[in-house]
Nanobody, 125 residues
Framework: QVLLVESGGGLVQAGGSLRLSCAASGRTFRNYAMGWFRQAPGSEREFVAA????????YYVDSVKGRFTISRNNAENTLYLHMNTLKPEDTAVYYC??????????????????WGQGTQVTVSS
């Protein structure tokens, strides 16, 4: 069973940066499409970014394009989300997710079958 553990969240001022990490156990991480989602209080879980199994393609929600970068290190079984120019509306719990059935996945939560526990990101104005 693969486990996903996020880290790197915290409190940051608007305009600041954070790097989220998602450490995966198990040797098959390199075969999985991966994604980041976020959920603010009272809101549905929202797609943020996705990356194919080999890092060859990345996808972003429009609101984070040019500010966030998703990347992965398959040798270290780790997924990253580099977040720059953070805004108060980026405040949410951020989750990493794995689609263990496909090399490339989409932007819907139901497409992912493994989830981490989440890490809180709070951006103050």
């Amino acid at each position: 069973q693969v486990l996903l553990v996020e880290s790197g969240g915290g409190l940051v001022q608007a305009g600041g940066s954070l790097r989220l990490s998602c450490a995966a156990s198990g040797r098959t991480f390199r075969n999985y499409a991966m994604g980041w989602f976020r959920q603010a209080p009272g809101s549905e879980r929202e797609f943020v970014a996705a990356i194919t199994w080999n890092g060859g393609n990345t996808y972003y929600v429009d609101s984070v394009k040019g500010r966030f970068t998703i990347s992965r290190n398959n040798a270290e079984n780790t997924l990253y989300l580099h977040m720059n120019t953070l805004k108060p509306e980026d405040t949410a719990v951020y989750y990493c997710a794995a689609d263990t059935l496909r090399f490339q996945s989409g932007g819907k939560p139901y497409e992912y079958d493994l989830w981490g526990q989440g890490t809180q990101v709070t951006v103050s104005s």
